[in-house]
């Protein structure tokens, strides 16, 4: 384990594991006075802190504490130029106090307990990963390198002896399938919205017609009040003009209305459509395809067009 010397004060030396250490913080801290005054104090008080606090349970044997100290201080220290040397001597005390962990510390059951391994070996990836963004591909310090193979040596170890989860990769959870019940509720709303679509294209067809329809009662009974022959005739015929204009104006509205709903509900209905399809077949374990044999029909009463009707297989 390394010992990182501050400027306040000197750490003890202790007997479990101890290797002497370049004063790599009171370089960071005094010989850059820049850094030190633009610092905040107390991230300086934080940081001998947690070294402090990490070394305390390294003492006591207490190497998870110690790992959970260390690692706080880490994350505490951004990567950088001048904090390089200090980072690769936290990252080297946390991998130590994590494989002391795994050796010295059982589990409930009194066996090597995997999980401190598995934590140091994805402390130490993260450490990889910011060294790399600031560093690009400058070397990593021997040292750092010779604690990660030990580390992996031991991950070794462990898989072969069964000290608990040996799977570097398990496998990813499978997503939740939709349920049938959901593909069909999907499917029926989706073809309500189409036929309903449908249904106000034909608002666009009706609002025309009529409108033709009352342009023409208009100029007809235009031209009946122009050789009425009594106030009477004259009377009904502008009667007749008022409620063609009437007509006129309903037709108009029911262009207008078809224009805007219809393109919105045929939208609407063809995504549930398609998703409920999806859905259906992959609730059934089968691969997902175009929807089959969907029927556009006009719809009669009467022999009078009512609009549209929609019919299909999924």
Not at 6 to 16: A, D, N, S
Not at 124 to 134: P, R
Not at 195 to 202: N, R
Request: charged letters at 25%; a negative charge; hydrophobic letters at 40%.
């Amino acid at each position: 384990m390394r010992l990182i010397r501050f400027v306040r004060w000197t750490p003890r030396r202790f007997g479990l594991r101890s290797c002497s250490l370049a004063s790599a913080l009171a370089v960071a801290l005094v010989g850059q006075p820049i850094q030190v005054h633009a610092a905040p104090s107390a991230d300086v008080e934080e940081i001998e802190r947690l070294y402090r606090e990490g070394q305390e349970y390294y003492e006591a044997a207490q190497f998870v504490r110690a790992a959970d100290a260390w690692t706080r201080l880490l994350n505490l220290i951004p990567e950088s130029g001048e904090k390089k040397s200090i980072r690769e001597s936290v990252i080297i005390n946390i991998l130590d106090a994590h494989i002391q962990a795994y050796k010295l510390v059982p589990d409930s059951t009194g066996e090597k307990n995997i999980l401190h391994l598995l934590a140091a070996k994805t402390t130490l990836e993260a450490y990889y990963k910011d060294f790399k963004a600031v560093h690009g591909d400058m070397g990593i310090e021997a040292a750092v390198q010779e604690k990660a193979a030990l580390l992996d040596a031991e991950l070794e170890q462990a898989k072969k002896e069964g000290n608990g989860p040996i799977d570097d990769d398990p496998p990813p959870p499978q997503p939740p399938q939709q349920s049938n019940g959901s593909a069909i509720g999907l499917i029926a709303g989706g073809s309500v919205l189409s036929v309903l679509g449908l249904g106000a294209i034909s608002l666009i067809a009706i609002g025309r017609i009529q409108t033709e329809n009352a342009e023409d009662d208009y100029e007809e009974a235009r031209a009946r009040e122009a050789q009425a022959p009594t106030d009477e005739a004259e009377m009904d015929a502008r009667n007749d003009q008022d409620e063609a204009t009437a007509r006129g104006n309903q037709g108009v509205a029911l262009l207008i209305a078809g224009s805007i709903i219809s393109p919105v509900l045929l939208a609407g209905g063809i995504a549930m459509l398609v998703l409920g399809v999806k859905a259906q077949k992959a609730s059934s374990g089968r691969q997902a395809g175009p929807i089959g044999r969907l029927r556009l029909s006009p719809a009669f009463t009467s022999r009078q067009f009512v609009g549209f009707t929609l019919s299909g297989r999924f």
